[in-house]
């Protein structure tokens, strides 16, 4: 069973508006789990290495906002929030570059360096271990010192 997280995690570039759909009809997608969301903000190192981070949100802060899941609810550990990313990003707490998440998640137990592609980002996630309490707890205390605010 998944360890209960108090935050969500969407991996992105920095500011990124999001797609036409997300866009028109407001919404954005993160997950309950650090490592999916360090798989999309790798996807995006490919083109963009300098911009592409982790944003970090406290489910508290969106609870109001939560939408139906897509039907990777399961594989992606979805969360929907009922806002355009742009939105999203000021009820964020700060977000984090790729590299240093990477980083942190190894020092816990998490070996991240696989090659990250769109067709192989469904695999990675039904794949990816989940985290054990304690190392959720040295994650996101982790994160904190080096995460940069909105």
Do not use: W
Not at 67 to 90: C, D, G, H, L, S
């Amino acid at each position: 069973m998944p360890v209960k997280t108090e935050y969500l995690f969407r991996g992105t570039t920095k500011g990124f508006e999001g797609g036409t759909n997300s866009k028109e009809n407001k919404f954005t997608c993160t997950s309950r789990h650090p490592v999916i969301a360090l798989f999309f903000a790798m996807d995006c190192a490919r083109e963009y290495p300098d911009d592409a981070v982790v944003y970090i949100a406290k489910i508290e802060d969106v609870q109001h906002l939560k939408a139906e899941p897509n039907v990777f609810k399961k594989i992606e550990q979805e969360f929907v929030v009922r806002v355009a990313p742009t939105e999203f990003y000021k009820h964020t707490v700060g977000y984090i570059h790729f590299k240093d998440l990477q980083e942190i998640l190894k020092e816990i137990g998490f070996d991240v360096s696989q090659i990250v592609r769109k067709d192989n980002l469904t695999e990675l996630c039904k794949n990816v271990k989940q985290l054990k309490a304690k190392q959720l707890e040295t994650l996101i205390k982790q994160i904190q010192s080096v995460m940069k605010t909105n």
